[in-house]
């Protein structure tokens, strides 16, 4: 402390200093990155409820943990933050929000509120609270008071610190945050471009086939498969029949029937959906194809009469062909069920009220085609109160629609490889991830470096 400098006059260090005497924090040994974490710490001084309870009280022992959970829920959601990760590190407890689909650090909790605040949420989840051991799964749903939004909680067992064998146990908590308040299931604001949107309402009118949507997770394909949904449900009303087997059932849909895998009781996929057949289904949607034999369900079901809406993890739209046919499906029957393939990607958007004009780096630039920097006008938000200093609000998906035509189906039959049958695609008219991605930044809507965050020129390179 420098000479002549009284700590009683500035309340903010004196806090700190309190914390660290009286609570066994020791935040002075985390090493902190000043430049970057500057506007994370003013963030945190506007929102954090949570740091307000901790300050309260003098130690560990007289926090009221179930106010602390509260608090956590209502900073995640104040923050629009879509993800809470809760987890040990060697010397706290950290809390960090995912915004933007990006984790940023929050709180900083002691140690010993570890096992009750697992406890609480366990609780809340209707699950066992001194079952520490293995991984556990549930919902709950939020009070009223934390905005009444749906929780998706999974505990995974963990170990930290210690020397040699020395290891204490701990437990990762990570809460998936669903609003219905701030969800819209309107394909017309997903962020497509006109043509994918306009290509995708057209596959939505046929009555047979598979539409498959692809994406690492995170990529936002539960929102468009449910928005998918809802298009059909306000187009037919209650004319059409549309079913679903999820797993698990994120958001309750109207006129859907809706069904939840539980493995516990063997009511798998591949079980669900053949008793699903026998319901007289016009539209079928599968949460996942993940294993052959759901593959070929499905694909006979888009063979015999049923529009099957599914999503499959691949690496390119071109790909899950070949993921496909490595389940065992084959070419001829892949060729003649599918319509359409539709790969995402989420990116996120510049903040309207702090975007500015600016430069990007020289060496990025040289991978924009010369003919799109020539008109670009890029833009990058600066951060402010209503972004939450991020320069971000919101995301929105870039996106790429494979349809299936007459060449297209030829390809697939004489297992063509993936970078043909990509190219071919390109041919056909379909706009890549990359250049839908390109164009929006060079529009000032994201900047350029979230795009080359997100996607790649190459996707099979």
Known sequence: MRAGFDIG?????????????????????????????????Q??????????????NQNAEEIDITRVVE?????????NSSDIHIEPWDESLVVRFRLHGVLKEFEHLPLELAEKISARLKVMANLVNYETERPQEGHARAAGSEGGVELRLSFFPVVRGGQGHSFTRGEKIVIRIFDPK???????????????????QELLTRPTGMLLLT?????GKTTSIYAV???????????????TVEDPVE?????????????AREFTYPVALRSLMRQDPQVIMIGEIRDAETAAIAVQAGLTGHLVISTIHAGSTAGVFARMINMDIEPFLLASSIIGILGLRLVCKNCPLCAMPYQPDP??????????????????GGGCETCNDTGFTGRTALSEMLTVNEPIRDAVMGKVRIRKLQKMAQEQGMKTLWESGIFRAASGEIPLEEILRSVTEDPLA
Request: with cysteine; net charge positive.
């Open 363 to 380: 060496i990025l630039l040289k991978r924009v085609p010369e003919d799109v920097r020539k008109d670009a006008s890029w833009r990058r």
């Open 71 to 79: 608090s956590i829920m209502l900073d995640a959601i104040d923050a």
């Open 251 to 263: 958001f309750n849909l109207p006129q859907i029937s809706q069904a939840q895998i539980n493995h």
């Open 182 to 200: 701030s969800r819209s299931f309107d394909i017309d604001q997903l962020g497509f471009d006109a043509d994918t949107s306009a290509t995708l």
């Open 9 to 41: 006059c500035c309340p903010i260090l004196y806090a700190a200093q309190v914390k660290t005497r009286q609570l066994g924090w020791l935040l002075t040994r985390f090493p902190v990155n000043h430049s970057d974490n500057r506007k994370t710490t």
């Open 43 to 56: 963030q945190r001084q506007r929102v954090s409820r949570t740091r307000q309870i901790i300050e309260q």
């Open 229 to 243: 949904l809802c298009h059909l449900v306000r187009q037919c009303g209650s004319s059409i029949s549309i079913s």
């Open 215 to 219: 994406g690492p997770t995170g990529s």
